[in-house]
């Protein structure tokens, strides 16, 4: 069973629940993402898997997920990373940054970097696979594809 923090609108946590319970009552909680940059500066962009509940098939960042209880961003973030794509990277915050998706719950992002030109071991689970894709071609995916996460395409639009 999975239980993730509950945090207020300072993102300080002042509790904890399961995840399910966590969507069914909207409550606050966190979400770290990984974009990983190789040498040219392309972003690696996963594809999920087609056996997601969310948006399977769906462009998202290079690795990312709920922040479990008891977690810091930073670490939910690193192990997103191995449990996704099988690696440890250091890391660089970008940013956090407050969301509110379509569900209407709350969810503080915390957005890290990291430079590797991979090979990554897919998670078959999470990951269908994975693509580095130059700034500019993503720019115009996000414009004639509706095939990104919806926090992908909110960062990419508020930071890049």
Same mark, same amino acid.
């Given at each position: 069973?999975?239980? !993730?923090?509950?945090?207020? =609108?300072?993102? %300080?946590?002042?509790?904890?629940?399961? #995840?399910?319970?966590? #969507?069914?009552?909207? !409550?606050?909680?966190?979400?770290? +993402?990984?974009?990983?940059?190789?040498?040219?500066?392309?972003?690696?962009?996963?594809?999920? @898997?087609?056996?997601?509940?969310?948006?399977?098939?769906? /462009?998202?960042? @290079?690795?990312?997920?709920?922040?479990?209880?008891?977690? @810091? +961003?930073?670490?939910? $973030? !690193?192990?997103?990373? %191995? %449990?996704?794509?099988?690696?440890?990277?250091?890391?660089?915050?970008? $940013?956090?940054?407050?969301?509110?998706?379509?569900?209407?719950?709350?969810?503080?992002? @915390?957005? #890290?970097?990291?430079?590797?030109?991979?090979? /990554?071991? /897919?998670?078959? =689970?999470?990951? %269908?696979?994975?693509?580095?894709?130059?700034?500019?071609?993503?720019?115009?995916?996000?414009?004639?594809?509706?095939?990104?996460?919806?926090?992908?395409? /909110?960062?990419?639009?508020?930071?890049?």
């Amino acid at each position: 069973m999975e239980y !993730l923090d509950i945090v207020n =609108d300072k993102d %300080e946590v002042i509790g904890k629940e399961e #995840y399910s319970e966590i #969507y069914k009552k909207k !409550l606050p909680h966190r979400i770290a +993402h990984v974009l990983i940059f190789n040498k040219k500066g392309e972003i690696a962009l996963q594809i999920r @898997s087609k056996n997601k509940s969310f948006c399977p098939g769906f /462009f998202s960042t @290079s690795a990312g997920g709920h922040v479990q209880a008891g977690e @810091s +961003h930073q670490q939910g $973030a !690193l192990r997103e990373l %191995e %449990e996704e794509l099988g690696i440890k990277l250091p890391l660089s915050l970008i $940013a956090k940054s407050e969301y509110l998706g379509k569900e209407q719950i709350h969810k503080f992002l @915390s957005i #890290y970097q990291a430079e590797s030109e991979g090979p /990554f071991k /897919f998670n078959k =689970d999470e990951v %269908e696979n994975m693509e580095f894709i130059s700034l500019d071609k993503i720019k115009i995916l996000l414009k004639t594809s509706d095939k990104f996460h919806p926090e992908l395409r /909110f960062i990419l639009d508020k930071y890049y």
